[in-house]
């Protein structure tokens, strides 16, 4: 069992930048392939990030390249997504969500996941 908590989330006017983070409890949560996606108001949720249990080959959709980053600490059973040039369009509640253990990031690419955290709102102002 694998538990997710995300933290970080907030309000920013546009061309700012969030941090957000989602900790990971359980014995082999660092096994997992880790994921973000999101939910705006009226839309259906969609994958926005993820990365493998190594940390390596990040996978993005690609309205966030080159804006978003998704990284983890296996150490301490944190990933985070970091968000820079943020746009309205960004606003939406986002989702951490697991995979694995020993996942990749193509069953999070198809919205795949083991384990979902709550979420936490992000509110881009224009």
């Known amino acids: 069992q694998v538990q997710l908590v995300e933290s970080g989330g907030g309000l920013v006017q546009a061309g700012g930048s969030l941090r957000l983070s989602c900790a990971a409890s359980?014995?082999?949560?660092?096994?997992?392939?880790m994921g973000w996606f999101r939910q705006a108001p009226g839309k259906e949720r969609e994958f926005v990030a993820a990365v493998g249990w190594t940390g390596s080959n990040p996978d993005y959709v690609d309205s966030v390249k080159g804006r978003f980053t998704i990284s983890r600490d296996n150490a301490k059973n944190t990933v985070f997504l970091q968000m820079n040039s943020l746009k309205p369009e960004d606003t939406a509640v986002y989702y951490c969500?697991?995979?694995?253990?020993?996942?990749?990031?193509?069953?999070?690419?198809?919205?795949?996941?083991?384990?979902w955290g709550q979420g936490t709102q992000v509110t881009v102002s224009s």
């Open positions: 969500a697991a995979d694995g253990p020993y996942g990749g990031t193509s069953r999070l690419r198809r919205q795949q996941a083991d384990y």
């Open positions: 359980g014995r082999i949560a660092s096994l997992y392939a």
